[in-house]
Nanobody, 114 residues
Framework: VQLQASGGGLVQPGGSLRLSCAAS????????MGWYRQAPGKQRELVAL???????NYADSVKGRFTISRDHAKNTLYLQMNSLKPEDTAVYYC?????????WGQGTQVTVSS
């Protein structure tokens, strides 16, 4: 499985961005996908997860503002981010779990600043 993330950028506080993560390869083996982020000087943290069945889980800090979704026809994972805050600034990574293997895409930078 290969993952290609896109959609990051610079946005003002209160703004929105949508991240995309295109999956290719043995996608039938994926049982869970998610978004993580890493801010400068901090550890990588979970943002949101979605299972094959469509169950979702969010970090408390993004609940009500971010929405994770998956388009099976396009083999693409999304993260809709609304009401962005400066503390959301980080490199965002998409992740897939296939069997017992974790696969990471390259990061995409999200900067929230006025």
């Amino acid at each position: 499985v290969q993952l290609q993330a896109s959609g990051g950028g610079l946005v003002q506080p209160g703004g929105s961005l949508r991240l995309s993560c295109a999956a290719s390869g043995s996608i039938f083996s994926i049982n869970r996908m998610g978004w993580y982020r890493q801010a400068p000087g901090k550890q990588r943290e979970l943002v949101a997860l979605i299972t094959v069945a469509g169950s979702t889980n969010y970090a408390d800090s993004v609940k009500g503002r971010f929405t994770i979704s998956r388009d099976h026809a396009k083999n693409t994972l999304y993260l809709q981010m609304n009401s962005l805050k400066p503390e959301d600034t980080a490199v965002y990574y998409c992740n897939a779990v296939a069997g017992n293997k974790a696969i990471w895409g390259q990061g995409t930078q999200v900067t929230v600043s006025s």
